[in-house]
T-cell receptor, first 114, second 113 residues
Framework: ETGVTQTPRHLVMGMTNKKSLKCEQH?????MYWYKQSAKKPLELMFV???????ENNSVPSRFSPECPNSSHLFLHLHTLQPEDSALYLC?????????????FGNGTRLTVT | QQQVKQSPQSLIVQKGGISIINCAYE??????FPWYQQFPGKGPALLIA?????SEKKEGRFTISFNKSAKQFSLHIMDSQPGDSATYFC????????????FGGGTRLMVKP
């Protein structure tokens, strides 16, 4: 049990579909993150939320839309994705954005766009 | 622009040997350098981290060496074990954004029994 739970574990969607990824953390953390892990590329930070406010958005295409309704839940809404968006999407949490307390990652959602 | 470069991409080591993974960074504002370990089907987990006020940090069989002037840091795994087989990521971040990490490309380590 990692303390950070992501659902679903696997998702296959067509380019015209709309789907959402869900992340829940049971650690009492105040910061949550979405990372993208593609083959042969470094982990890419997509979005950061601190106390439910977005503090970072790394030029991510608008077809990815995050939502953080409270400090325990984070969603990534997906629509009209491209095949190159196929990747492992990792959610993480930490006590705060500042400082050096470790990121706690979930096990990811493996997304395949057909 | 890749701000943290990691090498090698893959590494095979015999059991009991030393595994060495290197990283180089470009941004002099970085001041926190963690290493994460990822097993297949799992998310990364923090292994060990260092700040630039020290040149070395050791935790068990894992050691980070840091060279501020060269903007390089490395992970050494002593007495490597098959259970150490995983992908290792170095990362870096700035003082006021410690957890907004920039990751290296990863090294897939295989330790042969």
């Amino acid at each position: 049990e990692t303390g950070v739970t992501q659902t679903p574990r696997h998702l296959v969607m067509g380019m015209t579909n709309k789907k959402s990824l869900k992340c829940e953390q049971h650690l009492g953390h105040n910061a949550m993150y979405w990372y993208k892990q593609s083959a042969k590329k470094p982990l890419e930070l997509m979005f950061v939320y601190s106390l439910e406010e977005r503090v970072e958005n790394n030029s991510v295409p608008s077809r990815f839309s995050p939502e953080c309704p409270n400090s325990s839940h984070l969603f990534l809404h997906l629509h009209t994705l491209q095949p190159e968006d196929s990747a492992l999407y990792l959610c993480a949490s930490s006590p705060a954005v500042v400082g050096d307390s470790p990121l706690h990652f979930g096990n990811g959602t493996r997304l395949t766009v057909t | 622009q890749q701000q943290v470069k990691q090498s090698p991409q893959s590494l095979i080591v015999q059991k009991g040997g030393i595994s060495i993974i290197n990283c180089a960074y470009e941004n002099t504002a970085f001041d926190y350098f963690p290493w994460y370990q990822q097993f297949p089907g799992k998310g990364p987990a923090l292994l060990i981290a260092i700040r630039p006020d020290v040149s070395e940090k050791k935790e068990g069989r894992f050691t980070i060496s840091f060279n501020k002037s060269a903007k390089q840091f490395s992970l050494h795994i002593m007495d490597s074990q098959p259970g150490d087989s995983a992908t290792y990521f170095c990362a870096a971040s700035k003082r006021d954004a410690g957890n907004m990490l920039t990751f290296g490309g990863g090294t897939r380590l295989m330790v042969k029994p």
